[in-house]
């Protein structure tokens, strides 16, 4: 069954940094494409970032371009997300979601999330 | 970029009722669609993609329809159990961004 393990959240000052990391298992990591999409407390689902299966192409909304950065270690079927420069707004939870399989394909699998909290 | 808009924003209905739920993108996006369910304290789990393919395991009782601009997502015979937002979102191009959700609560 796919699993995917999200890590690395927590409590963060303004403009510090963060890595989340996404481990996954039970299906060929390098074929499908992988995102991140995040949640505010009680808000909506936003779309953060998504990498192609080789991760030679990445995407971001605009609200992080410039700050995180998307990568993938196929070899350790592990996804990344680093986060710099953050600002309260990036307060959220983080999940890892699997895609179908390129990029412009649906999220088939959700991991639990991690947490990250922006605050002095 | 594509913009995702959602209607109702909530919406409460009885056990049986037929819901309807619109979702509007501002280009055409084909049918690159997909809805997804989030029950509430929950992970979100995806329904439909390609606008009107149900993901395995989901129940009859939801239909998607739509292409390019206009989508809709039906429940037959609302349940309990379907108590949750819904989320429809563009994977046709980025950012693939997601509405901003529809309330579904039971009267």
């Known amino acids: 069954e796919v699993q995917l393990l999200e890590s690395g959240g927590g409590l963060v000052q303004p403009g510090g940094s963060l890595r989340l990391s996404c481990a996954a298992s039970g299906f060929t990591f390098r074929h499908y494409a992988m995102s991140w999409v995040r949640q505010a407390p009680g808000k909506g689902l936003e779309w953060v970032s998504t990498?192609?299966?080789?991760?030679?192409?990445?995407y971001y909304s605009d609200s992080v371009k410039g700050r995180f950065t998307i990568s993938r270690d196929n070899s350790k079927n592990t996804l990344y997300l680093q986060m710099h420069s953050l600002r309260a707004e990036d307060a959220a939870m983080y999940f890892c979601?699997?895609?179908?399989?390129?990029?412009?394909?649906?999220?088939?699998?959700w991991g639990q999330g991690t947490l990250v909290t922006v605050s002095s | 970029d594509i913009q995702m808009t959602q209607s109702p924003s909530s919406l409460s209905a009885s056990v049986g009722d037929r819901v309807t739920i619109t979702c509007r993108a501002s280009?055409?996006?084909?049918?690159?669609l997909a809805w997804y369910q989030q029950k509430p304290g929950e992970v979100p789990k995806g329904l439909i993609f390609a606008a009107a393919t149900l993901q395995s395991g989901v129940p009859s009782r939801f239909r998607g329809s739509g292409s390019e601009t206009d989508f809709t997502l039906t429940i037959s015979s609302l349940q309990p159990e379907d108590v949750a937002t819904y989320y429809c979102?563009?994977?046709?191009?980025?950012?693939?961004?997601f509405g901003p959700g529809t309330k579904v609560d039971m009267k």
């Open positions: 280009q055409g996006i084909s049918n690159y």
């Open positions: 979601v699997k895609k179908r399989g390129t990029p412009v394909t649906t999220i088939d699998w």
């Open positions: 979102q563009n994977y046709y191009s980025a950012p693939f961004t």
């Open positions: 990498i192609s299966g080789s991760g030679d192409t990445t």
